[in-house]
Nanobody, 121 residues
Framework: QVHIVESGGGVGQPGGSLSLSCTASGSIYQIHSQGWYRRAPGKEREWVATIRTDTVANYADSVKGRFTISIDQRKNSVYLEMANLKPEDTAIYYC???????????????WGQGTQVIVSS
């Protein structure tokens, strides 16, 4: 079994910063990529950023230049540093990991439980 646990988030002010962390654990053979999605109130889930194990990162236009995604492969962890926060960044943020578990040649997506980010003055 594979487990995804997120931490961080909370309440931040417009223009401020917050950070998120996510760690994958369990029966992991290989992690192919990790990333973040978010669901704002009343909206569909949207992709935020993804980083591959070769550290190539991609960002949604809405966060480009403000958010930074990074990984620590030794810890099977991915991080999201959020700067210059805007009220529209308010959402539940979900960690997404594309993992090949031990004992199977197939990759599959694993999701965390979500962590709340609120941007408000």
């Amino acid at each position: 079994q594979v487990h995804i646990v997120e931490s961080g988030g909370g309440v931040g002010q417009p223009g401020g910063s917050l950070s998120l962390s996510c760690t994958a654990s369990g029966s992991i053979y290989q992690i192919h990529s990790q990333g973040w999605y978010r669901r704002a109130p009343g909206k569909e889930r949207e992709w935020v950023a993804t980083i591959r194990t070769d550290t190539v990162a991609n960002y949604a236009d809405s966060v480009k230049g403000r958010f930074t995604i990074s990984i620590d492969q030794r810890k099977n962890s991915v991080y999201l540093e959020m700067a210059n926060l805007k009220p529209e960044d308010t959402a539940i943020y979900y960690c997404n990991s594309l993992i090949q578990p031990h004992g199977t040649p197939n990759r599959r997506e694993y999701w965390g439980q979500g962590t709340q980010v609120i941007v408000s003055s």
